[in-house]
């Protein structure tokens, strides 16, 4: 069965401080992997999207690192900011066999706030 | 600001009763994704459409049916509305099908809040 789970459900820390938010998935045949980024009430806005062949990617302050062997993947924010309080998901694209299209599949997300 | 206009913003009605929700892509984006999220559970994939024509469903109820229009836009109904309907419902376009190219970015709207009384 196709999963992402996400850890912690929830994190609090300090400005300016770093944090690691974790994902790990059973989805095959994988196609991608996405993080977002969704604060309170609003649509989610994509952070990174990494295929099965990138192992890292960079935007701002926000590094997103792939396993493709453990399956794994975490998003690393650097010296947090009273705006990175937000909802981060994890959302792992499956290739449907024979299809054109890819099957998403969402992760409940990690609950970051960032407290002055 | 996405580019995706979603409206009405805010949605109160009664149990019983059916709604439109509508959705307009951002210039260019050829497909359409609506997704569910209510409040103890994550986003839940509802439909797409790729330039007017249904390309892929996830949990959607027979309830609930959309299409897509010659100019792109798309509408979202839900009928017989119940409590357990009330979310927020986005809706998200991208470029193309989503199979095609795997780096497909899907920009979301700010959602309709549906409120079933």
């Known amino acids: 069965k196709n999963q992402v789970e996400q850890s912690p459900q929830s994190l609090i820390i300090l400005e300016g401080k770093n944090c690691t938010l974790q994902?790990?998935?059973?989805?095959?045949?994988?196609?991608?992997l996405r993080w977002y980024k969704q604060d309170t009430g609003r649509g989610p806005v994509s952070l990174t999207i990494?295929?099965?062949?990138?192992n890292t990617k960079s935007n701002g302050r926000y590094t997103a690192t792939l396993d493709a062997d453990t399956k794994q993947s975490s998003l690393h924010i650097t010296a947090s900011q009273l705006s990175d309080s937000a909802s981060y998901i994890c959302?792992?694209?499956?290739?449907?066999?024979?299809?054109?299209?890819?099957?998403?599949?969402f992760g409940t997300g990690t609950l970051l706030a960032v407290q002055p | 600001d996405s580019g995706v206009t979603q409206t009405p913003k805010h949605l109160i009605t009664a149990t019983g009763q059916r709604v439109t929700l509508r959705c307009s892509p951002r210039?260019?984006?050829?497909?359409v994704y609506w997704y569910q999220q209510s409040l103890d559970q994550g986003l839940q994939f509802l439909i797409q459409?790729?330039?007017?024509?249904?390309?892929a469903k996830g949990n959607i109820l027979e309830r609930f049916s959309a299409q897509q229009f010659p100019d792109l836009h798309s509408e979202l109904n839900l009928s017989s509305l119940e409590l357990g309907d009330s979310a927020l419902y986005f809706c998200?376009?991208?470029?193309?099908?989503?199979?095609?190219?795997?780096?497909?970015?899907?920009?979301f709207g700010p959602g309709t809040r549906l409120t079933v009384l």
């Open positions: 459409y790729y330039n007017g024509e249904e390309r």
């Open positions: 990494m295929t099965f062949s990138e």
């Open positions: 998200a376009s991208s470029v193309a099908s989503g199979g095609a190219f795997v780096q497909d970015t899907q920009y």
């Open positions: 994902c790990n998935y059973t989805v095959s045949p994988f196609s991608n």
């Open positions: 210039s260019g984006d050829l497909s």
């Open positions: 959302v792992v694209s499956a290739r449907e066999y024979g299809g054109a299209t890819n099957k998403l599949i």
